[in-house]
Structures are given as C-alpha cells and as structure tokens.
C-alpha cells in the first residue's frame, strides 16, 4: 500500500495563494493516478483535482477550475496543488489520494489516503 504525507497548509488570506505537496513512499508511484479531496466541516468529501500517472491527463473541479493546478514529478514521487486566487469557501482539510487505475474524481475509487493538511482561507 502507497503512503502519502500531505504538506503546505496553512492561514491564508483571501486572493493569496498556497501549494500544497504530497510524498508518497514506494516503488510504484509513478503508475497511480493522484487526486485532491478536500473536505469543509460538516460536509463531504469533495473532487478537486486529479493527474494521470504519465501526467499527461488532469482533471479539476468546476469550483475550482483557473485558479488551481495540479502537477506531479515522478522521480520525487511528489504531487502538487498550486492554489491561486484562494476565496474563504477554499478553506477545508485538503486529503491527497492514490488510485491504481485509469482517472476517476470518485472519493471510493482512491484506496490511500494521506492524513489531510489544513487550508484556511481569511477574509
């Protein structure tokens, strides 16, 4: 099982910008799909973004769509969230996730999990 350890959170004011990394541990990082959750109090975890192994395929979600990137360097087995332009509504738990398989923004379908980094965005 892939290992990941989420960094780069933190207090932000509204309009700035954070990038979060995400390490993970193992041989075979460089063939799973990595995605970007991220979950607000009292509401459910939500897509944010996702990269195909060969990075040649992202996704992201509407919400968030110009403002974020999600990118991936294979030989530090390290995926990345540049976040720009961070509203207050950003704020959440950000989750980074592994699946073995083809691109996919559903939660159940990402078997590891890192432990989450904490964004808050101020007004």
């Known amino acids: 099982q892939v290992q990941l350890v989420e960094s780069g959170g933190g207090l932000v004011q509204a309009g700035g910008s954070l990038r979060l990394s995400c390490v993970t541990s193992g041989r075979t990082f460089s063939s799973y799909t990595m995605g970007w959750f991220r979950q607000a109090p009292g509401k459910e975890r939500d897509f944010v973004a996702l990269?195909?192994?060969?990075?040649?395929?992202?996704d992201s979600a509407d919400s968030v769509k110009g403002r974020f990137t999600i990118s991936r360097d294979n030989a530090k087995n390290t995926v990345y969230l540049q976040m720009n332009s961070l509203k207050v509504e950003d704020t959440a738990v950000y989750y980074c996730?592994?699946?073995?398989?083809?691109?996919?923004?559903?939660?159940?379908?990402?078997?590891?999990w890192g432990q989450g980094t904490q964004v808050t965005v101020s007004s």
């Open positions: 996730a592994a699946r073995n398989g083809a691109p996919s923004r559903e939660v159940n379908g990402y078997g590891s």
């Open positions: 990269i195909s192994w060969n990075g040649y395929s992202t």
